[in-house]
């Protein structure tokens, strides 16, 4: 059974940058077939929308969201099987739970690849806040 | 920004069974792209509970299902328990947004 947990300072400073860690056990980043995901959650009470932020691949490929990406970097560590998330320049609006992920491959009838996350981390807050 | 759109509440008593729609357009699931949905308890996680548009994980019961149609998909669940009162999301990809995952607006389901 694949197990994620990630870890990272829970307040950060506005301007400043968000650094988290992705540690796996039970599986190996290395493996084929599989994207390590960053996705967030803003705080709230419920139906707080999932935002994906993005994937390296086990090819070390790495895709991001569109609306974020001029901030981002997704990395991985092989030697110690964990993969890192960086955001910079960071707002209250960044403000989220965020979770580390693994998608898999899924190539649907399209022959489009739709990755979905079948394994994911408990979360971690994150408070941008000086 | 959620280019899916779902219904903010559901509810249902023990033992119906209820639908929750995920409504897209022309970029997402309209351009042939398949519907996951996740299972979200309080203060946990999100729970792959469909993917594909209609396959389960192992170890989900046969009580939720996944379809999907033009634009559109829906998740059901039938039978429905105490346990399943939780906010569930659907997900895609958007060509528009360079193939972006995205996710659904979010749906709790009540159990009166």
């Known amino acids: 059974q694949v197990q994620l947990q990630e870890s990272g300072p829970g307040l950060v400073k506005p301007s400043e940058t968000l650094s988290l860690t992705c540690s796996v056990s039970?599986?190996?980043?290395?493996?084929?077939?599989?994207?390590w995901t960053w996705i967030r959650q803003p705080p709230g009470n419920g139906l707080e929308r999932l935002e994906w932020?993005?994937?390296?691949?086990?090819?070390?490929?790495?895709k991001y969201n569109t609306a974020l990406q001029s901030r981002v970097t997704i990395s991985v560590d092989t030697s110690k099987n964990q993969f890192s998330l960086r955001l910079s320049s960071v707002t209250a609006a960044d403000t989220a739970v965020y979770y580390c992920?693994?998608?898999?491959?899924?190539?649907?009838?399209?022959?489009?690849?739709?990755?979905?996350?079948?394994?994911w981390g408990q979360g971690t807050l994150v408070t941008v806040s000086s | 920004q959620s280019v899916l759109t779902q219904p903010p509440s559901v509810s249902g008593a023990p033992g119906q069974r209820v639908t929750i729609s995920c409504t897209g357009s022309s970029s997402n699931i309209g351009a042939g792209y398949d519907v996951h949905w996740y299972q979200q308890l309080p203060g946990t996680a999100p729970k792959l509970l469909i993917y594909?548009?209609?396959n389960r994980p192992s170890g989900v019961p046969d009580r939720f299902s996944g379809s999907k149609s033009g634009t559109s998909a829906s998740l059901a669940i039938t039978g429905l328990q105490a346990a399943d009162e939780a906010d569930y999301y659907c997900?895609?990809?958007?060509?528009?947004?360079?193939?972006?995952?995205?996710f659904g607006t979010g749906t709790k389901v009540t159990v009166l």
């Open positions: 997900q895609s990809s958007d060509s528009s947004l360079s193939g972006n995952c995205v």
């Open positions: 932020i993005g994937y390296i691949s086990y090819s070390g490929i790495t």
């Open positions: 992920a693994r998608a898999f491959d899924y190539f649907d009838s399209s022959g489009y690849n739709d990755r979905p996350c079948d394994f």
């Open positions: 039970g599986g190996s980043v290395n493996s084929n077939n599989y994207y």
């Open positions: 594909g548009n209609n």
